[in-house]
């Protein structure tokens, strides 16, 4: 074993809750002069909420997280949102400091948080592109030899004198993205990133971060909510939760771990959860999906699948229209399915069951979905749950043609056949 | 001893909660002058994007200034002007002052305006006010050029212009200028990241603090007993020094230029340790 390239030592980080001071100094004044006066703090937001990792006020976004990577190593970063993955990833990119331990590296970091950082709308993509590059820390003569390169990954050789406000969102990051992927640095870190562009694009991202990890042999810690990629990319894996590091080990130990964490959460919470709405004659209380396989909230693309909605009401109900949305990882809703709609409306509900939605080929191309609930008991809205559940969804053989469905297939998959008839 | 060197041969970074108060890493500055010339370039290139006159207006905004300073203070206020021709003297002390209210006001920003950036990379953040130093001093060279070209005007024409050696301080006022400018900027700006209010003090204090400098009159016409308050004043030797160096009427008071030298000096160690200090954890609190 080397050396490591990255060594976490005890990093821990605190921040305070809620604001800082209050923003301005008269407020800061007027909370010093009621605190003086044994009155409460003016300016103290009533009820929040408890995250159990919060004490007197602050919160540790990261407790005692020590770690180290080897060099050539694509470390993947996973947890729940607000379980440290962007603060771990600002303090080793110098955004923010730490508040205890320390972090020791071997050559450069180059951080590609959010792609286009720093473009100026007015600027040429030749211009943003030395300006961005120089931003993430690369020299004029480094710029000047990838520059090719850059403008052929990017897609973007007639518009390159073309002020970058004139540009589609997609010529946009496709070339924010490549400037930050030629980076010379030993340490690439990556948050989200994939999260943009079309799919052909997303492809091609990933498939360079394969190469910068594996030809190039530069060091990579991605962070990512996309299960696919982050499997796809990374041979190991650190679980953060609630700032500490839950497990680390090869990447698919990892992720499964996540994944029942994830379930325990989603499935005992769907009850007891707040984020609703509705009147309450009806609750949703769980949620599940699964294929063939019977591995819960994974699904191949194509397989028989079903989604089991449990439920809770106060009587036996009549009329009652239920509905699914399903929601991709960009957030953009792909359908809205409703029994209604199908025209299987539910005349009379038991007080309580189970609802099966059955999918004969599940359509929706691989990736990370979520899906919403929502019940009407004649007119009224009885409960609505925006994020229910989430799953995934893996390759497969959706037409049985013997390979999966290219990317550029589309979101959902529609089942279809061709045929040709001769004509006289 | 030894075994502490090895560690630090070792690592090319350590990143730790608390750096030495007057570590500037100035070396590092170095490292990013392509960014900052980048900057710099950004700033000129985007201003006049989309403009008919592009750079001209460079020109046009002191001339302009110049012309209504005139026909007010100098046509109906009449204010006294040391028996210098009006335009030349009200150009000398608007392009001077409005170096150094841009240099303030600009820098001042720097936290507030770049958060988005600050938040996603790192890269000295001292590059920000010092791309901003270099952008307004470029402006100002071109202004000064065109300030040469009128006093040639009024010297071919007659004018009681006598330039003298204190000429040669120019640099200096310069450096005075552009380092108060800076130190006042970058302490205003790391205060503004816990405390907005220091904005809006900014924007009108500027304004105002130009009624407190000799910009409009020469020093020479305030009453005596508000002689110290105006000296108090560091931008005030400077622009007399100017005047005095270029145009040969006023005053010069070399312990006044003494004093503003050593202001600068001091609001810029300040303001060197605030920002430093602010720059490692100011995404937490702004």
């Known amino acids: ?23 301005t100094l008269s407020n ?83 951080s590609l948080l959010e792609v286009g950082t720093g473009f100026h709308p007015e600027l040429t993509g030749r211009e943003n592109i030395y300006l961005n590059g120089a931003i993430l820390g690369m020299t004029k003569q480094e710029i000047d030899r990838k520059f090719d390169e850059i403008v052929d990954f990017a897609e973007i050789e007639q518009f390159i004198e073309t002020p970058v406000k004139r540009y589609s969102s997609g010529m946009y990051v496709r070339l924010a993205f490549s400037v930050a992927a030629h980076l010379e640095s030993e340490i690439l870190l990556v948050d989200e990133v994939l999260a943009v562009g079309d799919l052909e694009f997303q492809k091609k991202c990933i498939g360079k971060m394969g190469d910068i990890a594996s030809e190039e042999g530069r060091t990579v810690l991605f962070v990512s909510h996309n299960m696919v990629s982050v499997r796809r990319l990374c041979e190991r894996g650190i679980l953060l939760n609630a700032g500490v590091i839950e497990t680390m080990g090869p990447i698919d130990d990892t992720l499964n771990q996540y994944m029942s964490i994830k379930e325990k959460t989603q499935l005992q919470d769907l009850a007891s959860r707040t984020d609703r709405s509705g009147n309450g004659r009806l609750r949703f209380t769980g949620i599940e999906v699964l294929d063939e396989s019977k591995i819960k909230y994974n699904v191949k693309l194509g397989s028989p699948t079903t ?19 399903i929601v991709n990882q960009y957030g953009e809703r792909l359908n809205w399915l409703c029994n209604d709609f199908s025209g299987q409306p539910f005349q009379d ?10 999918f004969p ?12 609930v929502q019940a009407l008991v004649g007119r009224d809205l009885a409960d609505k749950v925006p994020n229910a559940t989430v799953f995934q969804v893996h390759a497969g053989d959706f037409y049985d043609s013997g390979m999966n469905p290219p990317a550029k297939s589309g979101s959902v998959l529609v089942p279809h056949t061709w045929s040709v008839q001769a004509e006289e | 001893m030894e075994k502490t060197e090895n560690e630090a041969k070792k690592w090319d970074l350590i990143i730790e909660p608390k750096r030495q108060l007057l570590d500037l890493r100035l070396s590092e500055l170095w490292k990013y002058r392509d960014l900052i010339a980048l900057f710099v370039r950004r700033d000129f290139v985007a201003a006049y994007k989309q403009t008919i006159l592009g750079p001209l207006w460079y020109l046009i905004q002191p001339l302009l200034t110049t012309i209504i300073f005139t026909f007010i203070f100098g046509q109906v206020a009449a204010l006294p002007t040391d028996g210098l021709p009006q335009f030349l003297f009200y150009m000398s002390g608007n392009i001077l002052w409005a170096y150094f209210a841009d240099c303030l006001t600009k820098t001042s920003n720097t936290f507030v305006a770049n958060t988005n950036l600050f938040g996603k990379v790192y890269f000295p953040r001292m590059a920000v006010p010092v791309s901003i130093l270099i952008s307004n001093l470029i402006t100002f060279a071109m202004q000064f050029v065109f300030f040469l070209l009128f006093v040639g005007y009024f010297a071919l024409r007659g004018s009681e212009i006598h330039p003298n050696l204190w000429i040669l301080a120019f640099p200096l006022l310069l450096l005075i200028m552009a380092g108060l400018g800076l130190g006042l900027g970058i302490l205003i700006s790391a205060m503004t990241t816990k405390y907005r209010d220091l904005r809006f003090l900014v924007s009108f204090g500027v304004t105002l603090l130009m009624y407190a400098t000799p910009v409009i009159y020469p020093a020479s016409s305030v009453p005596a007993q ?11 030797s400077i622009i007399e020094t100017f ?13 006044g230029l003494v004093y503003s030298f050593i202001f600068m000096v001091v609001i810029v160690v300040i303001g060197s340790i605030v920002f430093n200090r602010v720059e490692a954890t100011f995404m937490d609190t702004i």
């Open chain 1, 1 to 23: 074993m080397s050396d490591p390239i990255i060594s976490v030592e005890n990093l821990s980080k605190k921040y305070r809750l809620g604001q800082i001071g209050t923003g």
């Open chain 1, 28 to 110: 800061d004044l007027k909370v010093w002069w009621a605190l003086k006066r044994g009155l409460p703090n003016p300016m103290l937001k009533i009820g929040q909420e408890d995250h159990g990792n919060q004490t007197d006020g602050y919160i540790w976004a990261l407790r005692e997280v020590s770690f180290s990577v080897q060099p050539g190593e694509v470390l993947g970063i996973i947890g729940r949102n607000g379980a440290g993955k962007s603060t771990l990833l600002k303090i080793l990119s110098r955004v923010t400091a730490p508040t205890t331990g320390r972090v020791k590296v071997r050559g450069r970091i180059a």
């Open chain 1, 307 to 325: 989604i089991f909605i449990k439920y809770q009401g106060t009587a036996p109900l009549r009329n009652v229209r239920i509905s699914l949305s």
């Open chain 1, 349 to 358: 509900l038991p007080e309580k069951g189970t609802i099966r939605v059955d």
């Open chain 1, 361 to 372: 080929r599940f359509p929706y191309m691989p990736g990370s979905y979520a899906i919403g």
């Open chain 2, 226 to 236: 508000y002689q110290t308050i105006i000296h108090l004043n560091p931008v005030t």
């Open chain 2, 243 to 255: 005047r005095y160096g270029f145009l040969g009427s006023g005053t010069v008071n070399p312990w």
